[in-house]
């Protein structure tokens, strides 16, 4: 077997050659104007490189819609050449070093193997994500109505029995979290019994609970509406709150920014959440209508600096506990996958060091004197900051690439991989896989 292409590191330095004049210019004029302001540029350099986010190993293939899917060229075509691509995004941006992985799409013959190949390209594995919304070829008893909520206790047993695989699978990879969503809800009123079927799933998690290890977390996952229609069980923050509480301390809120309501103010979710020591982390997306699985930042890029400004404050206050987990989840449906997981890598760094640059002190003191204007104005000063020039800088240093995306482009990897991995018949289905 040939060696998979992978983008030489050599050309990156050398793209970066090229980009470096022009960045070194606008960081010195930034450096020079937050210095007015007493800020030291380099201190949110070192912010940017320390920031993380967890790819997920689905978002690295085309996504679909229910209407259709269009696939791309050189796609991935098994788990180890999902984490190529993620190799490359993360050789890139230098800041997804964890990869997430669905199971049973993901599941390995070899643990072991797995884990070295990710290893050896510099990843780890993040949350497990368990999937009971699909039947799986073979499978004994079908999802169709419910899978951790059914009526019948044999297949929520079966769901359990998926996620404890999830955990087992997920030691070998040296997880430490699982991630639990389920489809379960109705599409018609009076198909569910409403307390009834919380009281199941509760039931059934408390199961998956108990056999969490030690060093585990367990995330829910609330989302308000599809696949069914009419309601869902995990239905929003308020539900998943209580359940995280009936469970216990191993268990957290996950907050995926296209399962609320339109308008809702999730930032302030988050800031409860936060408050509650309930907060597990986030699934990162951006949407217009509902769960467009958006790339992140797209559309509504001041909510997303919002949210970090809760982030940031909670980090700033060293809040005992603290401690979220970030991954993006978004379906990458006409755009290259890894140009879009790159890009949405990048705006997540971009708001997390605007966060740091809010003026805490002259927020607070707007707040305290009832000056909503200037409250406003300090936080938009620090939205608006273009900090590119650090973020470039924070990659570069980190050994990536100062414009990702012009250097992916000019490395050919998406032409290369079209002719490693000619498409099989059939991978065309419809679907968001
Ligand atoms: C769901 C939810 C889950 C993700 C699936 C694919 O809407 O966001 O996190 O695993 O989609
Ligand atoms: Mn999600
Ligand atoms: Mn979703």
Not at 61 to 83: H, I, Q
Not at 106 to 113: K, L, Q, S, Y
Not at 374 to 397: G, N, Q, W, Y
Not at 408 to 418: D, L, N, P, S, T
Request: hydrophobic share 40%; net charge negative.
């Amino acid at each position: 077997m040939t060696t998979p292409f992978a983008i030489d590191t050599g050309f990156i330095t050398e793209q970066n050659r090229q980009a470096q004049p022009a960045v070194d210019e606008d960081y010195d004029a930034l450096a020079r104007k937050l210095r007015r302001d007493g800020v030291d540029i380099e201190d949110l350099v070192a912010r940017a490189q320390s920031f993380r986010v967890a790819v997920p190993s689905w978002g690295v293939g085309t996504g679909g819609t229910r209407f259709a899917r269009f696939p791309g060229p050189g796609e991935p075509r098994d788990v180890y050449e999902k984490l190529e691509d993620c190799a490359t995004i993360c050789q890139l941006v230098r800041s997804t070093q964890a990869v997430s992985l669905h199971i049973p799409w993901d599941r390995p013959d070899n643990a072991d193997e797995l884990r070295r190949f990710a290893e050896a390209r510099g990843l780890h594995f993040d949350a497990m994500n368990s999937n009971t919304f699909q039947d799986r070829p073979g499978q004994p008893l079908s999802y169709k109505f419910g899978s951790l909520t059914h009526t019948d206790a044999a297949v929520r047993q079966q769901a359990i029995e998926n996620n404890l695989e999830c955990i087992e699978l997920g030691q070998q990879l040296g997880s430490k979290a699982l991630t639990v969503w389920i489809a379960d809800g109705g599409n018609f009123p009076g198909q569910q019994h409403f307390r009834r079927t919380l009281e199941r799933y509760l039931e059934s998690v408390r199961e998956i609970y108990r056999a969490l290890p030690n060093d585990w977390r367990l995330f829910l996952e609330h989302k308000f509406y599809e696949p069914a229609f009419y309601s869902t069980v995990l239905n929003d923050w308020g539900v998943s709150y209580h359940c995280a509480r009936e469970l216990g301390p191993q268990a957290f809120c996950l907050v995926d920014l296209g399962h609320h309501a339109p308008n809702v103010n999730i930032e302030m979710i988050v800031a409860r959440l936060i408050q509650f020591g309930k907060l597990a982390g986030f699934h990162f997306n951006d949407s217009k209508y509902g769960d467009d699985d958006l790339d992140a930042g797209s559309i509504k890029p001041f909510q997303l600096f919002l949210i970090f400004n809760e982030l940031v404050d909670a980090e700033l206050s060293s809040m005992s506990g603290f401690d979220p987990a970030y991954m993006l989840d978004q379906s990458h449906n006409i755009t290259d996958p890894i140009e879009s997981l790159m890009m949405s890598a990048i705006e997540l760094t971009r708001a997390y060091v605007q966060a740091h640059l809010v003026d805490r002190d002259a927020l607070h003191e707007a707040q305290e004197r009832s000056d909503p204007l200037l409250a406003l104005k300090t936080l938009k000063d620090a939205f608006t900051a273009d900090v590119s020039p650090i973020l470039a800088v924070a990659r570069e240093r980190s050994g990536g690439a100062i414009d990702p995306l012009t250097t992916y482009r000019a490395g050919e990897y998406r032409q290369r991989k079209a002719v490693e991995r000619p498409a099989h018949q059939g991978f065309a289905a419809s679907g968001i896989v």
